[in-house]
Structures are given as C-alpha cells and as structure tokens.
C-alpha cells in the first residue's frame, strides 16, 4: 500500500548561505524514469493521468533563485519523479525565499500533450534572477533599447517580424539573430547566465542546455518556463 509521509526535513548547505529541503508529501512510488529529466508541466496539463511523486518546498538565498529550483529537481529525481508544476513561490522573508513544486512521474504521451499547451513562437527575455540585485540591465530588440530589472522578464511575439536582432553590450558586445522556428519552440534568453548547470531534456523537444555565448545566454527552457510563474512581466 502506498504510504504518505508528511514533513521530512532535510538540510542542504549550498555555497555561503544555509538551504532547507521539506519534503511535504511523498508517494511511496516503484515507477521510475528511463531518464534523468525533469520537465516542466503547464498548469493545464491533467496530472491526473500522471503518478503523483512528492510535494517538495525549498527555502534559500533570494540571491540565486534558480538554486531553489535545483536542490528540489536532485530530491524529486532521487524519489523517480521526471516532471514537475509550480505550486507556489514567496519572498516575504528576504534574504530568504520559498519555493513549492509537485513531482511526478509522467508517460510521454502525457509529456506529448503537455508540450501542446507550451508557449509557442514567443521570445523571453529574464533579468537576474538574483533578486537582492538593485542594478537594471539594458539591451536592445530591433535597435530599441530596452531596461530590466532584476526578477522580471520581458516576452516579445516572434510571429510579428520575420527576423528578430537581440544585442547586448552596443557595438563590441553580441548580437543574436532570431526567427521562428517550424515547431514554434520559444526562445529564453538572459544576461547573466541563470541556470548554467548542464543539459536537460527540453519540455519542447530533444535536449535543452543553458548555453552562455558570451554576453547572452540561453536559459534551460524547463527552469525558464517556471520562472514565468515566478518573476514579474514587465509590461
């Protein structure tokens, strides 16, 4: 019989600051994954049709928001989980912030239709996710500069112009050229290299990496997703 165990407590130090890990509930499960992943699931996509695996909550540095999201995805994978979906996501305690995922474990054609409820054919562009930083950082869309603040993003409509021109840095910095692409994968980029911690599989298809090509990078696409539901659009 599956048995629920409530409010394990685990800590977790983390470079120079302390991390807690709370296991809120967890599946006594056997299914595991062929994979180590962890995808994204939209908050449409019926979880009812996957294995519930663990409620786990993070709590950490405001500094380095994408570290609460990986000290969850080590946990949740130890237990066989290979997707996740938000929960919730406070900050009412700085220097500290809290952060909830559900785990699970899905069959693909479950990953299949989650993946039809993806943002489509969009550009996002994220601030530092270190959200004790006061600096804003500026680049230019189609030569019009553009600020922002740290914990905020930025989302352009791919479907608008045929070629999109992202720099970073004027003249002797970097230039991305972007268009659609056939399956209408989004693109996530960034400044200052949120979640640089090696491959993933991308919840759009195939293999998602965060890759830093000099002043720009591109974000993991599963972390970029979630930090939809964390940091704040700028309009």
């Known amino acids: 019989m599956k048995q629920l165990i409530l409010f394990i407590l685990l800590s977790v130090g983390t470079q120079s600051w302390a991390q807690t890990l709370t296991v809120l509930e967890i599946n006594d499960t056997l299914q595991r994954p062929k994979y180590q992943q962890f995808i994204y699931l939209s908050p ?81 562009v994220y601030g530092n996710d270190n959200f004790l930083e006061t600096k804003t950082q500026s680049y230019k869309v189609q030569g019009q500069k553009q600020e922002i603040a740290s914990g905020q993003y930025q989302q352009y409509d791919l479907s608008l112009q045929d070629e999109w021109r992202i720099n970073k840095g004027g003249f002797t910095g970097m230039t991305l050229f972007l268009s659609r692409q056939t399956d209408g994968n989004s693109y996530f980029l960034n400044f200052g290299g949120i979640g640089l911690a090696g491959a993933a599989v ?33 309009h």
């Not at 809290?98 to 039809?116: C, G, H, K, Q, V």
């Not at 991308?202 to 002043?215: A, H």
């Not at 990078?217 to 972390?223: A, D, F, T, W």
């Open 44 to 124: 449409t996509t019926a979880v009812d049709q996957a294995v519930f695996v663990a409620k786990i909550k993070a709590t950490g540095s405001l500094k380095n928001i994408s570290d609460l999201f990986d000290q969850i995805k080590v946990k949740a994978q130890s237990y066989g989980a290979n997707a996740f979906q938000f929960v919730a996501f406070t900050a009412a305690n700085p220097p500290e912030g809290e952060l909830i995922l559900n785990a699970y474990f899905a069959e693909d054609a479950l990953l299949d239709t989650n993946f039809e409820s993806l943002p489509k054919n969009k550009l996002y």
């Open 202 to 234: 991308n919840p759009y298809v195939g293999i998602g990496v965060s890759i830093s090509t000099g002043s720009i990078s591109h974000v993991e696409p599963n972390l970029a997703l979630l930090l939809l539901h964390i940091f704040t659009e700028k």
